[in-house]
């Protein structure tokens, strides 16, 4: 996968290098932003089972 995206990105090799980053930034922005606050509502993590 990370091969093929190399190859559809264009430009020499530090232009793809940059492109790479600013792509991984935008995921993450984008698990950050939208991902993880839909998913939290699904997961246990509030829910405790040790008593006081």
């Not at 995206?5 to 792509?23: D, E, M």
Request: aromatic share 14%; with cysteine; hydrophobic share 60%.
């Amino acid at each position: 996968m990370y091969a093929a995206l190399w190859r559809a990105l264009p430009g020499p090799t530090w232009a793809r290098a940059v492109q790479c980053l600013v792509l991984l930034a935008l995921v993450v922005a984008a698990c950050f932003t939208w991902v993880f606050p839909a998913v939290s509502t699904l997961l246990p993590f509030t829910e405790s089972t040790v008593g006081p």
